[in-house]
């Protein structure tokens, strides 16, 4: 007699099956997931909160943000404190434009450029919520899952780049606009980018290590 696992076996030579036979979940497993998705919900939640925030916040006062670097370090502002001390200011800095001083296409850009890291990180997330989903249902060494680590990896990689496109464009623009071409120029890097990275970093390992896993337990089922 056939076990349940010879519909998850491989039909043809040197085929192999997409998925691999689930385990059960306990109720640990089960209160321990439900932990991980509020906690994906919630840092959704903030992420979405902070650019409706900010985006309001810029709307109202009429501004837009952009990040720039001084190219001549004498121009960077410097800071007097009141007992005295100058500080000087780094060469990467952060400044709000009015709009009215800029064209319409330099605004937009630069905001679509906000968007697109802000869907981005939304997509992440929702990403990983799904991925934890499988691995709690037994899925860890699935195709699928394996498939949805790499995906995330896209994901995040293209939430640093993508969004780097609309926004240098709109901040070589803004410069432009305020005829400050041979003081500022567009500084695409902020922090973030490193966060992004180790994120990128750490899915990829993730990734490998199912993928051998998944070789180690197909390798097992063959055994059974």
Known sequence: MNST??????????????????????KKDRTDLWASLTVFALTSLIVLFTYVRDLASSLGDGIVTARVRFDDAAAAPVLSTPNGVDLQTTSTTVIDVPTDTLSPVSVGLIRAGEAVQTFG??????????????FVRGRLFDRGAIRLVWITSIVAIATIIVPMIPRTLGTNMLIRDVDMNYVLSNAPLGPEFWYAYV??????????????GSRMARDNEGLV
């Open 199 to 212: 994120f990128c970093m750490v899915i990829s390992a993730v990734g490998v290590v199912l993928r051998i």
């Open 5 to 26: 696992h010879d519909t998850d076996r491989p039909q043809g030579p040197g085929a192999e099956p997409d998925t691999l036979s689930p385990t059960e979940t306990s």
């Open 121 to 134: 990180y939304l997509t992440a997330l929702a990403l990983l919520s799904w991925i934890v989903v499988r």
